[in-house]
Nanobody, 122 residues
């Protein structure tokens, strides 16, 4: 079974930085686009940033110029560098893989991580 495990969340003051990591584990043949989503209390989950297998990226307007997504395909890991953090960035951040394919199977699965809390104090 493939799992996504996030790390790097925590408490930071406004203007500070955090780096989130998300590592995929299990029997993996290939992984498609990966992304970071977030959900604040009382709000819907929203896309923060997404990166394809070939490195193409897109960002939510609210984080452009402050957040950078990257991935290491050899390590099946995606990162989110968050700079100039604001209190409104406070949320649970979730990692997602559009699809994951395991060896010896044509089937693919969308996979979510368990989430990591990011809290930005003013």
């Amino acid at each position: 079974q493939v799992q996504l495990v996030e790390s790097g969340g925590g408490l930071v003051q406004a203007g500070g930085s955090l780096r989130l990591s998300c590592a995929a584990s299990g029997r993996i043949f290939s992984i498609g686009a990966m992304g970071w989503y977030r959900q604040a209390p009382g709000k819907q989950r929203e896309l923060v940033a997404r990166i394809t297998t070939f490195g193409s990226t897109n960002y939510a307007d609210s984080v452009k110029g402050r957040f950078t997504i990257s991935r290491d395909n050899a390590k099946n890991t995606v990162y989110l560098q968050m700079n100039s953090l604001k209190p409104e960035d406070t949320a649970v951040y979730y990692c997602n893989a559009d699809w994951v394919r395991v060896p010896d199977s044509p089937l693919t699965t969308n996979v979510w991580g368990q989430g990591t809390q990011v809290t930005v104090s003013s």
